[in-house]
């Protein structure tokens, strides 16, 4: 009797193990879908739920890596550091050019790849360093005052599919690998062309059948159809009455019944907790029910944290936990396809050498890209192209010398920019002569003439910069270096800001001292995300925070020629949106006769005019004439620039717009 009890003991015993050592999930031979299968099984439904959202937990026990879903790669890796960036999309768009943006895509998957393979090595994955790209944006540029449009393929529905199915292919890589490179995800799903101001209330009612299949929906479902794009993004507006992430006429019926998908549908960043916020849709009363809802519907993912509440939506009947699970599967089939889960010597995407990064194959790519965005719109009297030799040129206009408004808006940082001034400079001849008078700003009538070289630290020109690789400004310093110049940091991603300085989880303070040469009211710029306190002989004068991309924010002080003032600046980074710039300087006012007086010489003039990321894109707080929260209100070039240019025409000069 105890040798056979022994004998039964044992055998259970040797099932267990073998069946604990049977991880099917973990064997890389068996299919992305088999291996989904095998690994929702053994997760509980706590686990379950931490797996449904962008930032998702790790589970040791089974050895899953945490994983953040959110990265962008709008016009190159976004929000992330050091990469080559390339136009705008509605640039991009204007080169009419498939093979093109095929090409500058497949140059951004190479970046992110790379870009991701030394976050791993580092041991992090933070935002912005996964392998899941949230673009492109193929929604229609219905209305040219969206402030979105700059990141649309125009306002074309063919046009938009063909370039969008460009880089989705260009992203995602070759069909027969054994890993995707990169999941592309369509954005956003669906009658979502602005505006920007109250996106998380309007409803997109009483859409004619024949509008919606013919110019809201091609580009989407020619990127599912013939992309094979893995992820789509539902949009915060409503469609019909229902919020897109829980329309179940658009997810279930048109995406995956009409169209077949079976990729990831994702929710736009809080577009769950829109369904039952005070200033959101009120479609629903909780989050506990908005989320079953939205996974009923077929959204997978949320970004954000309202599927938390999926627990108390199983608990209370509002969704069995096998509806959870179809979610799940897609989402681990997505991570498996990607090798994300597996060991990075079994990817051949892993050993792109970070090197590729912003190299000068991907620059000259970005820069053929730009050339073939550029339209000629009047050539009147055949002013162009100007002659080199003997030849006087003024240039001016709020985008004359600004490098930064170049980079567009979901960017990544360039290696080096070279303004328009500067290109300008560097093509003249010996013989020829630039004056160089801004005259005007975007939209103010004022202009910030730069003092930052009135600030003196004991050590130096400018401010000296002080770094701990902590949140707590405590203990000894990593490292202390001199800034001569304005500030420029940007450390999203493998730049820091200072050797030694960590990419993130680092804080910084810069000292100095500002004697001014004149009294007036003196304005501090900031253009920044993170948290930033001004300190002015040792009271805090201002302080800013921007948790989501980066704001213009700005503080005004009188100050007294000769007076000296300690100046100190704290910063902390949140999360992996690590940017600082910084100038300072006085305010002049519009002068547009002296301004006039200053290019009398000049034999034409090369006005850079425009608007700026800085005044629209998604959802911002400008509230300026002509602008409104993201959008704008009208498509006129702003007042102040109408005036500048048309003084300048009067006085006879011949203008290059």
């Known amino acids: ?89 509605i640039g991009m768009a204007a080169s009419f050019d498939e093979h093109a943006l095929f090409n500058a895509f497949e140059a951004v998957s190479d970046e992110a790849r790379a870009k991701n393979a030394y976050y791993a090595s580092e041991g992090s994955y933070e935002r912005y360093q996964g392998l899941t790209m949230w673009t492109p944006t193929v929604n229609l540029l219905r209305d040219p005052r969206w402030g979105r449009g700059i990141e ?65 929906l091609p580009a989407f479902k020619a990127l599912v159809t013939e992309g094979d794009v893995k992820q789509v993004m539902c949009a915060y507006n409503r469609f019909e009455g229902e919020p897109c992430c829980g329309s179940n006429r658009l997810l279930m019926d048109i995406l995956r019944g009409e169209w ?65 699970d179809i979610s799940l599967k897609r989402l681990l089939r997505s991570r498996f396809a990607l090798g994300e889960m597996d060991d990075a010597d079994k990817v051949s995407w892993t050993k792109i050498p970070l090197s590729v990064v912003a190299s000068q194959k991907h620059d000259s790519l970005a820069l053929d890209m730009a050339r073939k965005s550029m339209t000629l719109l009047q050539n009147n009297n055949e002013m162009l192209p100007l002659k080199r030799g003997g030849l006087t040129i003024a240039v001016m206009g709020p985008n004359a010398n600004d490098s930064v ?39 103010e009538r004022t202009v910030i003439r730069s003092i930052f070289n009135r600030c003196q630290s004991p050590q130096g020109a400018g401010f000296t910069a002080t770094y701990w690789n902590n949140s707590s400004r405590e203990g000894d310093p990593v490292t202390s270096t001199q800034v001569a110049t304005p500030f420029r940091f940007s450390a999203m991603g493998a730049t820091v800001f200072a050797p030694g300085v960590n990419l993130t989880g680092f804080t910084a303070s810069y000292r100095s001292i500002l004697t001014p040469d004149e009294s007036g009211d003196v304005v501090f710029d900031f253009n920044c995300s993170g948290i930033v306190e001004l300190i002015v002989d040792g009271e805090k004068a201002a302080s800013f925070t921007n948790r989501h991309g980066t704001r213009k924010v700005s503080h005004t002080m009188k100050v007294e020629a000769g007076k000296a003032y300690e100046l100190e600046i704290l910063y902390e980074p949140l999360k992996n949106e690590a940017q600082l710039h910084f100038d300072l300087g006085f305010k002049d006012d519009l002068d547009i006769r002296r301004s006039l007086e200053r290019v009398k010489d000049a034999d034409l003039v090369i006005f850079a005019g425009g608007i700026s990321p800085l005044l ?26 109408r005036e500048l240019i048309t003084a300048l025409h009067r006085a006879g000069k011949k203008i290059v717009l």
């Not at 529905?157 to 069909?175: N, S, T």
């Not at 769950?272 to 009923?296: C, L, M, P, W």
């Not at 360039?414 to 560097?426: E, F, N, S």
């Open 616 to 641: 629209e894109g998604e959802e911002m707080g400008v509230d300026l004439p002509g602008f409104r929260r993201g959008d704008r209100t009208d498509i006129e070039l702003p007042a102040v620039q």
């Open 152 to 216: 649309t393929y125009g306002e074309d529905p063919y046009l938009a599919a063909r370039m969008g199915v460009a880089v989705v292919k260009g992203l995602q890589g070759p069909a027969d690998q054994q890993y995707d490179k990169l999941h592309a995800c369509a954005k956003h799903f669906a009658v979502h062309s602005g505006p920007e101001w109250n996106r998380h209330s309007f409803n997109a009612e009483q859409i004619d059948p024949r509008d919606l299949y013919e110019t809201y």
């Open 260 to 324: 077949g998908y079976e990729g990831v549908v994702v929710a736009d960043c809080g577009a769950i907790a829109d369904f039952y916020n005070e200033k959101g849709h009120q479609t629903h009363a909780d989050a506990a029910e908005a989320s079953a809802a939205a996974v009923r519907s077929g959204t997978d993912l949320d970004c954000g944290s309202s599927y938390k509440a999926l627990l108390e939506s199983v608990q209370k009947g509002l969704i069995s936990e096998e509806e959870l």
């Open 1 to 89: 009797m105890t040798s056979k009890r022994s004998l039964f003991l044992y055998s259970m015993l040797s099932l267990m193990l073998i069946t604990g050592c049977n991880r099917s999930y973990t064997n890389s031979s068996l299919s992305p879908d088999e291996r989904a299968d095998d690994l929702v099984k053994r997760l509980t439904l706590e686990e379950k739920v931490l797996l449904m959202m962008d930032v998702s937990a790790p589970v040791e026990r089974l050895g899953i890596k945490e994983y953040n879903w959110w990265n962008e790669a709008l016009h190159g890796i976004g929000r992330s550091g050091l990469a080559t960036v390339f136009p705008q999309p």
């Open 405 to 443: 408004m170049q980079w567009g808006n979901y960017n990544g940082t360039p290696r080096r920019t070279v303004t328009i001034l500067q290109g300008l400079q560097a093509a003249l001849g010996p013989d020829d002569r630039l004056i160089y008078e801004q005259g005007c700003s975007w939209v």
